[in-house]
T-cell receptor
Framework: GAVVSQHPSWVICKSGTSVKIECRSL??????MFWYRQFPKQSLMLMAT?????????EQGVEKDKFLINHASLTLSTLTVTSAHPEDSSFYIC????????????FGPGTRLTVL | GQQLNQSPQSMFIQEGEDVSMNCTSS?????WLWYKQDPGEGPVLLIA?????ELTSNGRLTAQFGITRKDSFLNISASIPSDVGIYFC????????????FGKGTRLSVIA
């Protein structure tokens, strides 16, 4: 159990275009999902907390208008990188936790974004 | 954002050797987690610790939640080639849906 999927697994786009990344909890409902970004040889850095039915909470320094998050259902959160630039190239990873009590977060397999 | 102090940054060991890595924090966490990440993949949970002083094993892996709640260690016994990867510790302050704070990772290489 506790499987989280991401789609696409990798994407290459031209500078200025927008890219949408999906995160799904396949066998559980997640009221909260988290979006992380990881640059090569670095750790995961939290970008935002996505809450079902409400606005996402962004970490300091993350532009909410550039990284649009929509948590439309208990099993799906999307991250849209708008007007992507080469510096947005990174590995984007989501995580989800079942329920609101004690429990662990399970991560998706990640999405490799390359902006040309 | 905040990161945990994880050491060592990298290790090169012979197959069969034991490995130890640890994480420390200046503040208290109520949950400590250890993940392994292979290249191009998301982190996979290895061990979760929910109680100060807790010692938990998962096969050849053993992890402990420090009694001060400010540290944790992970031991791997009798390492094998497939143990290669990056190991991350993560702390969570509250039991609810609060985000994880990650260490910088320990890159493990196993020489056969």
């Amino acid at each position: 159990g506790a499987v989280v999927s991401q789609h696409p697994s990798w994407v290459i786009c031209k500078s200025g275009t927008s890219v949408k990344i999906e995160c799904r909890s396949l066998d559980f409902q997640a009221t909260t999902m988290f979006w992380y970004r990881q640059f090569p040889k670095q750790s995961l850095m939290l970008m935002a907390t996505s809450n079902e039915g409400s606005k996402a909470t962004y970490e300091q320094g993350v532009e909410k208008d550039k990284f649009l998050i929509n948590h439309a259902s208990l099993t799906l959160s999307t991250l849209t990188v708008t007007s992507a630039h080469p510096e947005d190239s990174s590995f984007y990873i989501c995580s989800a936790k079942q329920g609101n009590g004690v429990g662990t977060q399970y991560f998706g397999p990640g999405t490799r974004l390359t902006v040309l | 954002g905040q990161q945990l102090n994880q050491s060592p940054q990298s290790m090169f060991i012979q197959e069969g050797e034991d490995v130890s890595m640890n994480c420390t924090s200046s503040s208290i966490f109520n949950t400590w987690l250890w993940y392994k990440q292979d290249p191009g993949e998301g982190p996979v949970l290895l061990i979760a610790l929910y109680k100060a002083g807790e010692l938990t094993s998962n096969g050849r892996l053993t992890a402990q939640f420090g009694i001060t709640r400010k540290d944790s260690f992970l031991n791997i016994s009798a390492s094998i080639p497939s143990d290669v990867g990056i190991y991350f510790c993560a702390g969570q302050r509250n039991s609810g849906n609060t985000p994880l704070v990650f260490g910088k990772g320990t890159r493990l290489s196993v020489i056969a």
